[in-house]
């Protein structure tokens, strides 16, 4: 049963490129969170989605971040025109139910997004 | 709001021997729950270990367990007979009962000298 997948691990944009970064939730899962990691701090949520919902994206940036989970297919972060402070590690994690109480979330391995 | 702080930016304990983190948080709910994240070098982000807040018995997984302060919101991890492949970032975290965000601290380095 594979983990939770991310790609590409590694992006390196130009200031004013798109970013598209992937996750593909474990097998079973429905459930899937972003969070921001930058360097020297702890992990940032995001953005919570379930399939073809997004529940809260309280935490998502108002301008050039978006984020969507077909029904088919992986879920996508998106980041426009980017800048450097978007240079950040972006951590996927999936759970089978909605996450509340003490349901474990699997983490995928990150995506490391340099702009350059 | 909820807040986690890890006051050691970084830990170095010799092969074998036990070392404590620490963890403090802020909340005004009575029930959530805590965890201890280990990130290697790898990125790959596993869970060590959890507790609940309603249990008062301290939760232990093989060389790890924690102790959980409730009164004085502090919740150690402490790592018995370290070895090399504990070596990484380690990340205490927090959730609300009733909710699914989780919050972070800054994490703390652990070095382990062989």
């Known amino acids: 049963n594979a983990g939770v997948m991310q790609n590409p691990r590694h992006l390196v944009r130009r200031r004013g490129q798109e970013a598209r970064l992937r996750c593909s939730p474990m097998?079973?899962?429905?459930?899937v969170y972003w969070y921001r990691q930058l360097p020297e701090e702890g992990l940032k949520f995001m953005v919570y989605l379930q399939k073809e919902n997004i529940i809260d994206e309280s935490g998502m940036p108002k301008e050039r971040f978006s984020a969507e989970f077909p029904k088919e297919g992986p879920s996508i972060l998106r980041i426009q025109q980017v800048v450097r402070g978007d240079s950040a590690a972006y951590f996927c994690a999936s759970s089978p139910g909605s996450g509340l109480g003490n349901t474990e979330a699997f983490f995928g391995q990150g995506t490391r997004l340099t702009v350059v | 709001a909820q807040t986690v702080t890890q006051s050691q930016p970084e830990m170095s304990v010799q092969e074998a021997e036990t070392v404590t983190l620490s963890c403090t948080y802020d909340?005004?709910?009575?029930?959530?729950?805590l965890f201890w994240y280990k990130q290697p070098p790898s990125r790959q982000m596993i869970l060590v270990i959890r507790q609940e807040a309603y249990k008062q018995q301290n939760a232990t997984e093989n060389r790890f367990s924690v102790n959980f302060q409730k009164a004085a919101k502090s919740f150690s991890l402490k790592i018995s007979d370290s070895q090399l492949g504990d070596a990484a970032m380690y990340f205490c975290a927090y959730k609300g009962r009733s909710n699914y965000q989780l919050i972070w601290g800054a994490g703390t380095k652990l070095i382990i000298k062989p």
């Open positions: 909340t005004s709910e009575s029930d959530y729950y």
């Open positions: 097998k079973g899962h429905s459930h």
